[in-house]
């Protein structure tokens, strides 16, 4: 079945009329990669079917059908050590291309400040204990921010849902948490996007367990301690929307949410004038 799908994935190129390496490019992938895929000697992700046949038109239908085969015979969960050893930058590449396909972005976030919104002292902080090499943690901290360029292209929104435990946490110090909160005040007031903030004292009617990202109403990825699960499958789809939903329903917006942040953010420079 494997061989299927990869040689499936030839057949759509050439008969589109379009190189391998100009397909590979589109997709952000190697030739090598591409060339694996379609011969058969690598198994696809979901992620990589849904690029590859985006780079190459295909209708919608077709799409929609191989993307569900690829989600029934691809691994979906991606071990972060396996990510780690192949690059963690060229893994923020990957989910740039998705990014670069969505036209809305809904993000629930119980760990960390959601990754389009950290300043770099925080980027460095989320990525430092997971063992990267110097040259490799310098390449993904890049990524990282490269990808924060989507969040100026006002044709994109973006939902952010971050629980207030996630704004209290020193991942960085008291400073550079201020300094983080008042990039958040300051991406809320953007057009396209719209951040909410769970409190501590909100009546929870929903367990906030893993952070889940949903792309338009095509992808789904969560993130859990040793790995990354991508799901195309509708019913997938509506399980974390309708999780995104209550959460929301829970969330503080506009002013009194930024009223909570400029708190938070005081708490933190009165413990620098305390140290």
Known sequence: MRNDIGSTLRDLRQAAG???????????MSPSKLSRIETGKAKPTTIDVDRILTAIGVPDAVRSDLVEIARREATEVVAWRFLRRTGLHHHQDSIRAVEAETAIQRVFQPSCVPGLCQTPEYVRAVLSPKGLTPDVLSRTIAARLERQAVLFEPEKRFHYL?????????????????LQIDRIVTLSRFPNVRIGIVPLSARMTEVSSSSFIVYDSRLVIVEIPHAEVSTT????LDLYLARF??????SLEGEPMREMLAAIRDEFLRQRETS
Not at 18 to 28: G, I, M, T
Not at 162 to 178: D, G, H, K
Not at 245 to 250: G, I, Y
């Open 18 to 28: 379009k190189e391998a390496k100009a397909v590979a490019r589109s997709a952000a």
């Open 162 to 178: 971050i629980t207030e435990s996630v704004l209290r946490w020193l991942i960085v110090s008291p400073v550079e948490m201020a």
């Open 233 to 236: 499958d509708p019913k997938d």
């Open 245 to 250: 939903r209550k959460f929301e329903q829970l």
